[in-house]
């Protein structure tokens, strides 16, 4: 373990009532990058998170979580009915300058939407008020969990560019859970790709090219795109 890891996942075995879970999972997360974790539904993927966040306990195996602070956008958002877009940012850390929030807020999209509460919000709003609410908390690792699954393709792009802005600003660790192959693509330093449940990683995918110069048309991506899909349908493939 180096100076460099925030996060360590040694031989993590998760089981609820008798049911694995998590299967001998080991990995490390390194300071300033983003790691993806995709895989099949229902595999593990948020225990994952939740086990890294400290939420919950694994049943055997170590974790080691360097970070100074866990910052955790949840599957669905969390934000506070009875507060506005701009108190539920506000609201993890009021040190923040209005500038700095309504920053986050223009970058996330919902300029003009800062008095709005959560039941006035489409559910990706809320998504969106919830990444700018995570980024505003004064943490260096983030957890994100399918955080723009509620955006069509266009916003999801946006969004997509929109959080590498964020994160070359703060250079934040991201753990990046999600099913849409483009996210992984075009976000990734790293990606694991994980097996049915219980989940252990299947393989590693490794991204060399700088993220903001990244194009989904790219050749490597493309070559990279495959291998993934190769990968996940060989698993699932029924038996001819
Ligand atoms: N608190 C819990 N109690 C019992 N079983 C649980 C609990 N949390 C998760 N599970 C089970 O663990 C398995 C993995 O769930 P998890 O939410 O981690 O999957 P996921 O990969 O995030 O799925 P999805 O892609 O649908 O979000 C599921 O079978 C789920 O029923
Ligand atoms: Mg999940």
Redesign the pocket.
Known sequence: MTNNTILRFSNIE?S??N?G?LNNLSFDANREEIVCII????????????IMSGL?EPSCGQVINQSQNTSYVF?EDRLLPWKDVYQNIRIVNKKSSHEYIMELIQKVGLKGFEGFYPSELSGGMRQRCSIARAFNYEADLLLM??PFKSLDYNLRIGMIRHLLTLWDSTKKTIIF?T?EIDEVLLLGDRVLL?SD?P?KVRREFRLEKPKCKRNLTDADLIDTRNEIIRNFQSENALPS
């Open positions: 998760k609820f009532d049911i879970v895989g099949p539904s229902g595999c593990g993927k948020s225990t994952m998170l939740n919950i599957q969990d399918e859970v099913h994980l449940r989940a």
